[in-house]
């Protein structure tokens, strides 16, 4: 991400990370950060709208096919890099159940 022209971040993303430092220890310093990032002319909001909904329906309607759900964020996250043609960098595994993106999932560990 170091080397990246561009970091999209998505509203969903973005809800769950502040969701998150209102019932963490270090609150004010992560939302900080966070403002610091975004105030960054490399990082972009992407909003949700009728398109990143077709899309969203798409992959739900795959998941539930195949019988691999996934957490209803996680879709419209991934719905969202569908309709962008980003790539999702994460830790959670479950999104490599979505064909329609690309997926760089890193181990916990």
């Given at each position: 991400?170091?080397?990246?022209?561009?970091?999209?971040?998505?509203?969903?993303?973005?809800?769950?990370?502040?969701?998150?430092?209102?019932?963490?220890?270090?609150?004010?310093?992560?939302?900080?950060?966070?403002?610091?990032?975004?105030?960054?002319?490399?990082?972009?909001?992407?909003?949700?709208?009728?398109?990143?909904a077709d899309r969203y329906a798409v992959i739900l309607d795959?998941?539930?096919?195949?019988?691999?759900?996934?957490?209803?964020?996680?879709?419209?996250?991934?719905?969202?890099?569908?309709?962008?043609?980003?790539?999702?960098?994460?830790?959670?595994?479950?999104?490599?159940?979505?064909?329609?993106?690309?997926?760089?999932?890193?181990?916990?560990?």
């Open positions: 991400m170091q080397e990246a022209d561009e970091i999209s971040i998505n509203v969903i993303v973005l809800g769950e990370l502040k969701s998150g430092f209102l019932g963490g220890r270090h609150r004010e310093k992560n939302e900080q950060e966070l403002a610091q990032f975004l105030a960054s002319p490399r990082a972009r909001v992407l909003g949700i709208d009728e398109e990143t795959f998941l539930r096919s195949a019988g691999t759900p996934i957490p209803t964020n996680d879709v419209w996250i991934a719905a969202s890099a569908m309709q962008y043609g980003l790539r999702v960098l994460t830790m959670d595994q479950h999104f490599r159940k979505i064909p329609q993106i690309v997926v760089d999932a890193f181990d916990e560990s």
